[in-house]
C-alpha cells in the first residue's frame, strides 16, 4: 500500500499555464521532497520541505502540515519543464523515503 | 566535482544468471541508497549505508539480493539467480547524512532487462 498520493497521474496544458501538482500522505512526516524525472534522465532534486513554502524560479512548492498535502506550482510553464515530478516522504520513525507514482506533465508549444 | 555514476548503464542478462551492478556515491556522501524503479512507478527503497555498513535493509526484496559498501564508497548491487520481475531501471543515491531532511543526489541508473 502506497502511503503516499499524487494527482494527477498525467497532465497535458499549454504553454505559459500555470500549474499544480498534488502531494498527500497519511501521517506525520518529517520531511517531503519534490523531484524531477526526464524521460531517460536521471532525477533531481527541487525541493525539500518541512513546513511553509519555497520558491525557486519559477517552480513554488508549499505543505500543509495539518492537512498532510502538499502541491508544487509552476508559473509561465515551458515544454522544457514536461517531465515526471515525484513526491517524497519521510515518515516520522522511519527516515528513508517513500516515494508516489509521480506526476508525468507534459507542455505542449 | 562529478555527480553520482552508476555502471553499467544497460544490462541485458538471462534468467538464472548473476548480475552485479556498481554505484560511485558523492566524494565525501557517507550515506547511499539503492531504489528499484517499474515502469510507470516511483523509486522503491531497496537497501541503505552509512559508511561501510548497511543501516537498514528491509527494502531488499529476498535473499537472491544483496549489497556491498566495503571501502564506504562505491557499493555493489548483487543479484543471484535473476528472473524476469527483477526487470527495471535500479537507482543509486548518496547524501552528506542520513535523515529526510537531507537531499539524495541520484544517479542515471542501470536498465536491468532479465530475459
Known amino acids: 500500500k502506497n502511503e503516499v498520493e499524487q494527482s494527477p497521474q498525467n497532465l497535458t496544458a499549454q504553454e505559459g499555464e500555470f500549474i499544480t501538482i498534488n502531494c498527500s500522505y497519511s501521517?506525520?512526516?518529517?520531511?517531503l521532497h519534490w523531484l524531477q524525472q526526464h524521460p531517460g534522465g536521471g532525477i533531481v532534486s527541487l525541493f525539500m520541505?518541512?513546513?511553509g513554502k519555497k520558491k525557486h524560479g519559477r517552480l513554488i512548492a508549499t505543505i500543509n502540515i495539518q492537512e498532510k498535502h502538499s502541491s508544487l506550482h509552476i508559473t509561465a510553464s515551458h515544454p522544457r519543464d514536461s517531465a515526471v515530478y515525484i513526491c517524497a516522504v519521510g515518515f516520522f520513525g522511519n527516515e528513508k523515503l517513500t516515494f508516489g507514482t509521480g506526476t508525468r506533465l507534459t507542455i505542449i508549444p | 566535482g562529478a555527480g553520482v555514476s552508476q555502471t553499467p548503464s544497460n544490462k541485458v542478462t538471462e534468467k538464472g544468471k548473476y548480475v552485479e551492478l556498481r554505484c560511485d556515491p558523492i566524494s565525501g556522501h557517507t550515506a547511499l541508497y539503492w531504489y528499484r524503479q517499474s515502469l510507470g512507478q516511483g523509486p522503491e527503497f531497496l537497501i541503505y549505508f552509512q559508511g561501510t555498513g548497511a543501516a537498514d535493509d528491509s527494502g531488499l526484496p529476498n535473499d537472491r539480493f544483496f549489497a556491498v559498501r566495503p571501502e564506504g564508497s562505491v557499493s555493489t548491487l548483487k543479484i543471484q539467480r535473476t528472473e524476469r520481475g527483477d526487470s527495471a531501471v535500479y537507482l543509486c543515491a548518496s547524501s552528506l547524512g542520513f535523515t529526510s531532511y537531507n537531499e539524495q543526489f541520484f544517479g542515471p541508473g542501470t536498465r536491468l532487462t532479465v530475459l
Open positions: 520541505l518541512s513546513s
Open positions: 501521517v506525520g512526516i518529517s520531511a
